[in-house]
């Protein structure tokens, strides 16, 4: 099912509808400031498997982020973050960025298996940070990937529902998207490093 909502003012009705979906278990596609991504609420282990399953990856040990909707919502989830790397954040973020920090025990166990860390992400995009804020909690963050092997990501949200209607429950058409990801920055040693340059440009 495709769902038109518009980034310039989200339609709360839509927005609360997308959320009512999530708190029951189901899996949506959602625009962001980069491509587009596969989601569902993170507290849901049976919808976070389903998630996996479409990617075909092993959710321990697959590289899955939050979505937040602003930087209030790190503390429920990471460690005590260092002066020096908040204030990178604070500047980037929201914006085209995953940071990957130490998982605290608020992460729930399906995610971290063997490892310690966690992907977060506050996408520029007025859509996803009003589902999240409704929602309460973060959703589950994966690229929509494409098998051509030139276009990486697809951008139509038309193409991503007629591929993707039948393994999930809503695409949210929010417009074209991106086909550069995220910059993804590491913090986890202390010392902020770019372990993949993407959309995001940054001095550290």
């Known amino acids: 099912m495709l769902v038109k909502i518009y980034n310039e003012n989200p339609n709360e009705r839509e927005i609360n509808r997308v959320v009512d979906l999530l708190r029951n278990g189901g899996i949506i596609i959602y625009p962001t400031d980069t491509i587009y991504g596969i989601g569902c609420d993170i507290t849901n282990a049976k919808a976070v498997e389903r998630v996996a399953r479409i990617k075909g990856v092993d959710v ?38 995953t ?21 977060i992400r506050v996408p520029d995009n007025a859509i ?14 994966t690229s929509v990937k494409d098998e051509d092997e030139i276009l990486e990501y697809t951008t139509d949200p038309e193409l991503i529902d007629e591929k993707f209607e039948k393994l999930v429950d809503l695409v949210i058409d929010g417009g074209f998207g991106g086909n550069i990801p995220s910059t993804v ?15 995001g440009k940054v001095e550290l």
């Open 60 to 97: 321990a040990k697959a590289d899955l982020s939050f979505i937040c909707s602003d930087l209030s919502h790190l503390s429920a989830y990471a460690k005590p973050i260092p002066n020096h790397v908040f204030k990178l954040m604070r500047r980037c973020l929201p914006g085209p960025y």
């Open 99 to 119: 940071f990957i920090l130490e998982a605290n025990n608020q992460v729930p166990k399906y995610f971290k298996g063997k490892k310690k860390t966690v992907g």
């Open 128 to 141: 996803v940070q009003a589902i999240v804020r409704e929602l309460g909690n973060p959703i589950l963050s």
């Open 185 to 199: 920055i590491d913090c986890t040693s202390g010392v902020p490093e770019i372990v993949r340059q993407g959309k």
